[in-house]
């Protein structure tokens, strides 16, 4: 990709792309069964994710406008690790698609994901303009996974949400899986990590989580069989009263945590961006809703 630095030149380039072909390419881009659990949706979330994460409103630095995730050191940050898989597999569709930005296709890619794996429909805008790489931000921007409550009380309140947008955000967590090559943790966190579903909030709550034995880094797994993980900070949503009480809606109410879900979500890829105007809102049909 663009690793030159140079931003993109005009600023209504926007215009000139076919989102619903791009969403198509996207989806048509998910299935490998050679890469992790047969999908790139989870990682696609990931990276849609971290790349409007940074953002900062009180400086109203970071975020998804400028999709500076791509350049070093932001791409180095070790919050980062692996993300590049997911930038390389879009990366045709950048040639494709010349006139789309990368902040509008990472977000995307994580709309796509999300839609395409069973999740609600993510209202989504283009428009982010891309930046270069000397508007990286800061290490330290992304949550640190061996927190607790106060910590991502912290993270997430300087993006500008409460309590509710950030419990119903975590239920993402029921997507992929974590690798000791990236993160340092192991394991997915139920068994169908390539479906989005509100098992988040039903596994931490119905099974024991106990420390996992081994010498990496401290985390939880599922006393029953050991294949299932919870990391630390996701379990500060169970021991924390106020994130509880979402935790316990979102694992009776499917359909109110994909309510929920879809607004925080949509809310996390456009913070900080300047949309134009005349940027349209699109709600794309998923794949099997299209096609006869
Ligand atoms: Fe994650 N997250 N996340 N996350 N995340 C990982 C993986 C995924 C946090 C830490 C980690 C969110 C919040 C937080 C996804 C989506 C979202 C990993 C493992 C870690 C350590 C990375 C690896 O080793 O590959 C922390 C501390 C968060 C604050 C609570 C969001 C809500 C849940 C915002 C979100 O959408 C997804 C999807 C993955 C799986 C990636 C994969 O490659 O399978």
């Not at 409007?52 to 970071?62: A, E, L, N």
Request: glycine fraction near 8%; proline fraction near 5%.
């Amino acid at each position: 990709y663009n690793t030159e630095g140079s931003a993109q030149a005009s600023s209504s380039s926007w215009k000139k792309v076919n989102y619903n072909n791009v969403y198509k390419d996207i989806a048509d881009l998910l299935e490998d069964e050679n890469y992790d659990d047969g999908s790139y949706g989870p990682v696609f979330v990931r990276l849609a994710w971290h790349a409007s994460g940074t953002f900062d409103h009180k400086t109203r630095t970071g975020g998804s406008s400028g999709a500076t995730i791509r350049f070093e050191p932001e791409s180095a940050h070790g919050a980062n690790a692996g993300l590049d898989a997911a930038r390389q597999r879009l990366e045709p569709l950048k040639k494709k698609y010349s006139h789309i930005s990368y902040g509008d296709l990472y977000t995307l890619a994580g709309v796509v994901a999300v839609q395409e794996l069973g999740g609600p429909t993510i209202t989504w805008r283009p428009g982010r303009r891309d930046k270069t790489a000397a508007d990286c931000t800061p290490d330290g921007r992304l949550p640190d996974a061996a927190q607790g409550a106060d910590h991502v009380r912290e993270i997430f309140y300087r993006m500008g949400f409460n309590d509710q947008e950030i419990a119903a955000l975590v239920g993402a967590h029921a997507l992929g899986r974590c690798h000791t090559s990236r993160s340092g943790f192991d394991g997915p966190w139920n068994a169908s990590p390539t479906a989005f579903t509100n098992f988040f909030y039903t596994e931490l709550l119905n099974n024991t989580w106990v420390p996992k034995k081994w010498n990496g880094p401290f985390q939880y797994v599922d006393r029953e069989s050991g294949q299932f993980m919870m990391l630390p900070a996701d379990m500060a949503f169970k021991k924390d009263s106020k994130f509880r009480v979402y935790v316990e809606k979102y694992a009776a109410d499917q359909d109110a945590f994909f309510e929920d879900f879809a607004n925080a979500f949509a809310k996390l890829l456009e913070l900080g961006v300047d949309f134009p105007e005349d940027a349209p809102f699109y709600k794309f049909k998923t794949l099997e809703e299209v096609l006869p």
